[in-house]
């Protein structure tokens, strides 16, 4: 008998120690929170501390019961880092097919939509995050999408959106929108910007 208490507090132990471990690299290894989003121009996009703020707004609302981040929490409503990403490119996409082809991206042949999947992966994949003074630095396009991403989520949770599963009056106040807003664009840029030191590229695909 004590045999198998020795055994049950050594498996104790040795999954206590796991656990701590991961926790450990998962602190270490953690994507920062800038404290400020600008644009090359210089122009403001994310407040100081907007983005903390807005994960605060989505916790209120239910957290990973509406909806997921990362993949991580329930498929209510959509997995938010993928829809502000899919958004986020294909306003990109068809922002740049307009300017230069005059037709929608989804209208042009398939080599140019290569082109303009190129130029995405580039704009997208590398990392412009300054640790030492803690500010993300986007193209002017970027800041762009963020505007008509802010605009799409407003009428979202005001409104409602059946396919979101988001009822009517869900938030109606337009700067906790915007922090919201804020918190999605953070873990979409999170998940796709290229790690200090990698060098790898891969272009962000646009899919339905």
Known sequence: MKRLWFM???????????????????????????????????????EPGAIGEGQNVWQTMGGMEVGSVWGHGSYVAPDWTADWLHRECAFLLDRWAEAEFQAKYDALSLER??????????????????????????????????????????EVFREGNVSYAI????LTDPDRVRKLASFFFWT?????????????????????
């Open 8 to 46: 049950l507090t050594g498996v104790m132990a040795a999954s206590f120690a796991v656990l701590g471990w991961i926790g450990t690299r998962i602190y270490q290894e953690m994507p920062p929170i800038p404290d400020r989003v600008v644009t090359t121009e210089g122009r403001t996009v994310i």
């Open 113 to 154: 939509q290569a082109q303009l999947r190129g130029r995405l992966g580039w704009l997208m994949r590398p990392n412009t995050y300054d640790p030492a003074t803690k500010t993300l630095t986007i193209d002017p396009a970027r800041a762009a999408a963020f505007e008509a991403n802010v605009r799409h989520y407003d």
């Open 167 to 170: 009822p009517k009056g869900a």
């Open 188 to 208: 979409a840029w999170a998940g796709t910007t290229n790690r200090p030191g990698e060098c790898a590229f891969s272009a962000c695909c646009r899919s339905a």
